[in-house]
């Protein structure tokens, strides 16, 4: 579009435009020059008492829309609108029946929504400018010289941008209301944390919880009533983490040991905002409790089934030893022995649940361990091309663990690094000296895992979808959350997706042991 002005200079020095033309490429179509067909609005609703200017008008129209209907007078237009749809509404602003004034406002009035354009016989850009202020979107000067149809259509197609910027604006808004409704209302608590501790916006949930622990509502400088801070432990967390990382880990109230939370941290990848995060709590009391009443219904099951399926192995093992070669003897003979494995773990949890496995801390080297570890897995690394590095600057670390439950723990976190790492990857095995206590972590080089599905790990039978080719019970990590809390120690997981997974295990300098020195696992929240 060329836009030719032509400025003269008046007595006192300044300038007045004496010539203004708009020009817009146009193509030879049948014989004559016209503009590229390009409708603008399908159906306009033309508001023009003098029929000589609605003809001009709906013919600079025809192009830019399907059908344009003509009232002479503002009642006429507010009939139509009540018996018609239209997409825009084009008026003179001196009508018959009605000032300027009093037609923008009774349009307005009607439709706050419907884009409303103001032609005008006036020069004067005070009179666009009152139309505007009074609820009109644009105005045009009606000249009908060679330009005006060229001139509509500007002013038609920027209006018809600045209506869908409208409802895009107001779409978005609408889903902002309703997912601010939604948080708002949520059971679990929600917040934006920055890194310096500061406590951005937050449901009313995420104030009840913080309430429940003892914190400060607007940072997490405050001080909980637990013997360790789980302030301190979040904001050192928060300036840990990198821009897409989460962190994820699960507690009880420090008030009582029936309410148990699950807390996350997923940092912020938005540029204009890296120090910032979301915190995401749940109340997960009812959930561990209906969690007990289905182990007692399982155990009481597998305990029912075992002794038939050993009778079924044994009598195949007769069986097969007697000379009998029917392949349906050895199929039944196998899925005896997977069936009887499984209940295995089943019951082995279940014991651990009891109380039944008892676990005997006691002082001494992790680096013995990690590498007992490393080398019982090392032949299952080799043949997935995968290396295990086990840290040895520290030979003299010493942490309170039982020396079997510790190599559990470390066993399944290692295993489960291997199967899911990349060939050619590297998982790493380490332990450092903690605040009270020692730290031992297992990093791989996976893919990391979804924000989702980061607080399914520890469950019973947790298995994610995506691992379903991979053979497992689910019961491994749930095992080893056991062993950990017996210890009253912690778990703490941070992934980022693309570049691995860190799980630390804290194991404190002094677990609650018995007088015989023992520990007894019964609290698995």
Not at 270 to 282: C, E, F, I, L
Request: aromatic share 4%; with cysteine.
């Amino acid at each position: 579009m060329l836009v030719v002005r032509l400025f003269v200079l008046d007595d006192s020095g300044g300038m007045q435009i004496v010539f203004s033309h708009i020009h817009t490429p146009v193509q030879q179509r049948e014989g004559r020059l016209s503009i590229n067909k390009n409708l603008v609005f399908e159906r306009i609703l033309l508001l023009e008492d003098d029929s000589s200017h609605a003809m001009l008008i709906k013919r600079a129209l025809e192009d830019l829309s399907d059908s344009v209907h003509v009232s002479g007078t503002l009642r006429d237009a507010l009939s139509s609108l009540e018996k018609h749809q239209f997409d825009i509404v084009i008026s003179d602003l001196n009508l018959p029946d009605a000032s300027r004034d009093d037609t923008v406002t009774a349009l307005r009035n009607y439709s706050a929504e419907l884009p409303l354009l103001v032609l005008t016989s006036s020069s004067l850009v005070s009179d666009g400018v009152a139309a505007m202020r009074g609820g009109a979107d644009d105005f045009l000067v009606k000249n009908f010289d060679s330009t005006f149809r060229d001139v509509l259509q500007v002013v038609l197609s920027r209006l018809k941008n600045t209506v869908d910027a409208r409802a895009e604006r107001r779409e978005l808004e609408r889903d902002r209301a309703v997912l601010r409704e939604a948080i708002e209302n949520s059971n679990d608590g929600l917040a934006v944390v920055f890194r310096d501790g500061t406590i951005g916006h937050r449901n009313a949930a995420f104030e009840d919880f913080l309430a429940s622990m003892g914190m400060d509502a607007t940072s997490l400088k405050g001080r909980d009533s637990g013997g360790v801070s789980l302030a301190a432990k979040l904001s050192n967390r928060l300036a840990g983490l990198s821009p897409g990382a989460v962190w994820r880990t699960e507690f009880g109230s420090t008030s009582t040991k029936e309410r148990a939370f699950e807390l996350s941290i997923a940092m912020s990848t938005q540029s204009d905002s890296p120090d910032s995060a979301v915190v995401w709590v749940r109340d997960v009391s009812d959930k561990k409790r209906r969690e007990r009443f289905q182990r007692e219904l399982l155990s009481t099951t597998t305990h029912d089934l075992k002794g038939p399926l050993g009778s079924i192995s044994l009598s195949c093992e007769v069986l097969q030893r007697k000379g009998a070669e029917e392949p349906l003897v050895d199929g039944i003979a196998s899925s005896a022995r997977a069936a009887l494995q499984l209940i295995d773990e089943f019951l082995s949890a279940r014991s651990i649940e009891d109380g039944a496995y008892v676990l005997r801390p006691v002082s001494q080297p992790l680096l013995p361990v990690m590498l007992r570890v490393a080398d019982n897995l090392r032949i299952s690394a080799e043949r997935r091309d995968i290396q295990i590095k086990v840290a040895e600057d520290s030979p003299d670390t010493v942490g309170c663990i039982d020396t079997l439950g510790c190599e559990r723990v470390l066993m399944n976190l290692v295993s489960n690094a291997i199967k899911f790492s990349p060939k050619g990857s590297v998982v790493s095995v380490a332990c450092r000296r903690a605040d009270g206590g020692v730290v031992c972590s297992v990093k791989d080089e996976g893919r990391g895992i979804e924000v989702s599905d980061i607080h399914r790990l520890f469950e019973r039978y947790g298995r994610l979808e995506e691992h379903g080719h991979i053979s497992g019970t689910g019961l491994g990590l749930f095992i080893v959350k056991c062993i950990v809390n017996a210890h009253n120690g912690t778990i703490d997981v941070t992934s980022e997706q693309g570049t691995g997974t860190v799980f630390e295990i804290f194991f404190p300098d002094d677990p609650p042991r018995n007088e015989r020195g023992e520990i007894v696992c019964q609290d698995v929240m």
